[in-house]
């Protein structure tokens, strides 16, 4: 089954099926059926891009931590070589980059690492993942430069005042496509394992994550969003979940796409860290108290 296909069953899914019911089906489906596509197809279908770490919203619960980040911007430079080398490795079997954050509105450079994207990957689907708040403050620039790079807008819903209709009659003035979920999708909350106990394999087995958020950042490819950003979490709270040489792979110590591709499809050490067959999938929105009790 082709994985956009996929996604479109799962989506007709969630909005069938009572969501006590969704809770239990969805890590497994999606884990087992995300992988398989993986190494079938032999590409890889969503590669994340933090175009910045901090966030204006700060939500509780947020998966890469950001209310706990006080300032931190993607390195155009370094982005535009990391994009160089997978864009050769990979040799266009990427299907969509995902430029995400934190909120990468915040990015001075946003416009230019659009176009940066678009270089390297001219065949791949381009999202930019917002939560919309500063949208409309956006100069046209902006929206020139998602149209010429054929970048979609995704815009995150989330329980808060937003003007859909004006962002979308501008977009569609630029010829930009975007996107809005009909109803904020509830929070979920990761239950993060301090002591490192948990089976690797049947937590891999039961992640969400894995292989479906591939994360390119400084030169490395990470299977899923925790690894890179548990810096934030270990800052702030004073804790040391480890991250190590077999938790992602090197894209300039590779010689083929292959060992990317198989490296995802497999449990890293981190996932000893993750209670995944614990999680709750459908929490209320709230802004984050920036409480350990969020992420354990
Ligand atoms: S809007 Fe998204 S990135 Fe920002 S804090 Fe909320 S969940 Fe995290
Ligand atoms: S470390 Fe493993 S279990 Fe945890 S989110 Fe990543 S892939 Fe999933």
């Known amino acids: 089954m082709d994985y956009n296909i996929f996604m479109i069953f799962a989506e007709k899914l969630y909005k069938t099926l009572p969501a006590g019911i969704i809770e239990k089906l969805q890590p497994k489906i999606m884990s087992v059926v995300s992988r398989r596509l993986h190494t079938v197809e032999k590409s890889i279908n969503y590669i994340d891009i933090n175009v910045v770490d901090h966030c204006n919203l700060k939500c509780k619960y947020c998966a890469n931590f950001c209310p706990l980040v006080n300032e931190k911007f993607l390195d155009v430079a370094e982005f535009d070589k990391d994009c160089e080398r997978l864009s050769s490795l990979s040799n266009g079997k990427i299907k969509t980059i995902r430029l995400l954050g934190g909120e990468p509105l915040l990015h001075p450079s946003l416009i230019e690492i659009m176009a940066v994207t678009r270089k390297h990957f001219p065949l791949s689907g381009i999202d930019?993942?917002?939560?919309?708040?500063?949208?409309?403050?956006?100069?046209?620039?902006?929206?020139?430069?998602?149209?010429?790079?054929?970048?979609?807008?995704?815009?995150?819903?989330?329980?808060?005042?937003?003007?859909?209709?004006?962002?979308?009659?501008?977009?569609?003035?630029?010829?930009?496509?975007?996107?809005?979920?009909?109803?904020?999708?509830?929070?979920?909350?990761?239950?993060?394992?301090?002591?490192?106990?948990?089976?690797?394999?049947?937590?891999?087995?039961?992640?969400?994550?894995?292989?479906?958020?591939?994360?390119?950042?400084?030169?490395?490819?990470?299977?899923?969003?925790?690894?890179?950003?548990?810096?934030?979490?270990?800052?702030?709270?004073?804790?040391?979940?480890?991250?190590?040489?077999?938790?992602?792979?090197?894209?300039?110590?590779?010689?083929?796409?292959?060992?990317?591709?198989?490296?995802?499809?497999?449990?890293?050490?981190?996932?000893?860290?993750?209670?995944?067959?614990?999680?709750?999938?459908?929490?209320?929105?709230?802004?984050?108290?920036?409480?350990?009790?969020?992420?354990?």
């Open 128 to 296: 930019l993942v917002t939560n919309g708040i500063v949208l409309l403050k956006m100069p046209m620039a902006f929206w020139t430069q998602c149209n010429q790079s054929v970048v979609r807008v995704a815009i995150s819903h989330y329980p808060i005042h937003l003007n859909y209709t004006k962002i979308k009659s501008i977009a569609k003035e630029y010829g930009v496509k975007t996107e809005y979920g009909k109803k904020p999708r509830g929070m979920y909350k990761w239950l993060l394992d301090i002591n490192g106990c948990q089976d690797i394999k049947e937590s891999h087995s039961y992640c969400i994550r894995a292989a479906q958020c591939a994360v390119l950042q400084e030169g490395k490819i990470y299977a899923c969003s925790l690894p890179p950003w548990i810096r934030y979490f270990n800052d702030y709270f004073g804790k040391d979940l480890k991250v190590n040489g077999f938790d992602y792979i090197d894209i300039y110590k590779v010689k083929k796409f292959e060992e990317i591709l198989e490296f995802m499809g497999k449990p890293i050490p981190f996932c000893r860290y993750c209670n995944t067959k614990e999680i709750v999938y459908s929490n209320a929105w709230e802004i984050s108290k920036k409480e350990i009790t969020e992420w354990i």
